[in-house]
């Protein structure tokens, strides 16, 4: 499929999840590097995310998934800071979402060397096996569908 | 060879396996310049190399210090940079030039300051 159909799909996934749980939405009309805006109405909190979506393939050590994050993007320092949601297309759904900040991700890239550099990016693979999610061999169990800091808000 | 070593270094951060390479240098604090002010955060492997250190150091994790324009970062924020890698750090400017001082990087544009010197 075109990759523009991909990533649109996998911004409004992401978008719906938030939406689900009470938390407005919105796609900046000029791109700064943010996908999506994620707010909290009553208290004003903003967050920054950043969608990437990957059609998953089966390969020898498990379902694969790749992401292409730009150096920048990976480096930059913000307030707020960037979230990374990737999101994993598989057998015709969406069976998992990698949520991760910037710096965890910067971090363990950073100290670990996962990813692979591709000049001004860096392909980080996802093999996710037996309940088990890797990138490199750093576990991203920790990472995957974390939607811990955006918990279920109750409209009246 | 092994594989790690053909990875190139990539810009603005040193990748672990050159780790040991970089100890003698400065820590680095990396910036993000926006539109309203600046944010600072120690860079990941000089956080290694400050708690390997100081084990007990207690600092906070990242420094947003608002700006009006961009123009004016440089002479607003440069007299406070002493004061901001002591809040990220957690130890005293003394003990940050016998680590071998601090760099202020910004991975956006390659602009480098130099805010303690190693002693």
Not at chain 1, 69 to 85: G, K, Y
Request: charged letters at 20%; proline letters at 4%; one cysteine or more.
């Amino acid at each position: 499929m075109n990759k523009n159909y991909t990533g649109k799909s996998g911004q409004l996934a992401v978008m719906a999840e938030f939406l689900i749980r009470g938390y407005n939405v919105a796609m900046p009309e000029v791109d700064e590097g943010d996908d999506v805006f994620v707010v909290h109405h009553h208290v004003g909190t903003l967050w920054r995310i950043q969608v990437k979506t990957a059609n998953a393939r089966r390969e020898r050590a498990g379902v694969t998934a790749r992401f292409n994050v730009t150096t920048a993007q990976l480096l930059q320092e913000r307030t707020p800071d960037l979230m990374f949601v990737f999101v994993v297309r598989s057998a015709e759904r969406w069976s998992d979402f990698i949520v991760i900040s910037r710096a965890d991700l910067r971090e363990l890239q950073a100290e670990f060397t996962i990813g692979k550099v591709l000049g001004a990016s860096i392909l980080f693979g996802l093999v996710f096996s037996r309940g088990t999610v890797r990138c490199g061999k750093q576990s991203f169990r920790r990472f995957r569908n974390a939607w811990a800091a955006w918990p279920a808000l109750v409209h009246a | 060879m092994p594989t790690a070593a053909r990875k190139p270094a990539l810009r603005g951060h040193t990748p672990a396996r050159a780790a040991a390479r970089a100890e003698q240098g400065p820590l680095i604090v990396n910036i993000g310049r926006q539109g309203d002010g600046c944010t600072y955060r120690l860079d990941p492997l000089s956080k290694h190399r400050l708690k390997a250190a100081h084990r007990r150091a207690r600092a906070v994790p990242t420094v947003f210090i608002g700006y009006t324009t961009r123009e004016e970062f440089e002479a607003l924020q440069g007299p406070m940079w002493v004061q901001i890698v002591q809040m990220l750090t957690g130890v005293t400017a003394e003990q940050l030039s016998a680590l071998g001082g601090v760099e202020l990087h910004d991975p956006d544009n390659g602009l480098r300051r130099q805010v303690l010197s190693g002693s």
